[in-house]
């Protein structure tokens, strides 16, 4: 998390509910915040949860006729904390089971509250540390050069990687898969989102929700199908919304 402040979406199918836990954060919690989102299906928090990257997710385990385990389901590896909101105490084994960051029971409270967020601020100090380090690395690495590196996060440690061998990085859930040009692939726990902000701009461009391209690898551009070409012959989408930018990353090259 290189920003300083959390990314939060709250997910529960009844506005009264939505509205008073939204509130309840903002009002006390304010300093510590970028966003806090709300959603009231399954469906609606996942696109929030492929496009962005929350650090904290606030789940109702009933939301109609689906439940906030089914949306979880959809992500197996998940780089955002979990907090189960229910008013049912029966459902805390299922919850701890899917790994949850806590667990609140409605009606809740501030106290209840304040818990959690002094348990995320632990956990996110230590985070932000190890992201400045890599970006750090990043940053005083030489660009444009064979020796230039950058170290990823993976489920295992980290990966030193030559910002020249990547070829492009596709979203993958909250994760994301790092495609070389050795035909390997390193799926690293961070959303697409992050490689914006650890690679360089002159080198990378994000051409599509789920892309994300080093300008070195294209090779050509098709108008009609709306697609990059990539040594070795690999076809990347581009998004009608970032045609005119991704054009003139490619020409100022």
């Known amino acids: 998390m290189l920003n300083n402040k959390l990314n939060i979406l709250i997910v529960d199918d009844e506005l009264n509910a939505r509205e008073f836990l939204q509130k309840l954060i903002l009002r006390h919690f304010s300093n510590l915040l970028s966003k806090v989102a709300t959603a009231s299906n399954v469906q609606t928090a996942k696109d929030y949860l492929f496009e962005e990257n929350f650090d904290l997710v606030f789940l109702d385990i ?4 689906e439940n906030g385990f089914d949306l979880l389901k959809l992500f197996g590896n998940r780089n955002f904390k979990v907090v189960f909101t229910t008013a049912h105490k029966e459902f805390a084994l299922e919850a701890i089971k899917e790994s949850a960051f806590d667990y609140l029971l409605k009606p809740i409270n501030y106290i209840d509250l304040l818990d959690v967020f002094k348990k995320i601020e632990q956990l996110k100090i230590k985070d932000d540390l190890l ?7 990043t ?6 050069t064979e020796f230039s590196k950058i170290a990823f996060p993976t489920k295992e440690g980290m990966r030193l990687v030559h910002l020249s061998d990547i070829i492009y990085c596709e979203a993958c859930g909250s ?8 035909s390997t692939k390193i799926t690293v726990t961070k959303p697409l989102k992050y490689f914006e902000d650890v690679l360089p701009e002159k080198l990378f461009f994000r051409c599509h929700k789920s892309y994300f391209v080093n300008l ?7 108008d009609l199908s709306k ?9 990347i ?3 009608v919304r970032k045609k005119e930018a991704f054009i003139h990353a490619i020409t100022r090259k």
């Open 62 to 65: 009933q939301l109609g006729k």
């Open 175 to 182: 994760y994301s898969d790092v495609v070389l040009s050795n």
């Open 216 to 222: 070195n690898y294209a090779s050509e551009y098709n």
């Open 139 to 144: 940053k005083l690495s030489p660009l444009n």
């Open 131 to 137: 992201d400045k380090l890599m970006l750090l690395n």
């Open 227 to 235: 697609q990059v070409i990539l040594n070795p012959g690999i076809e």
């Open 237 to 239: 989408p581009v998004s």
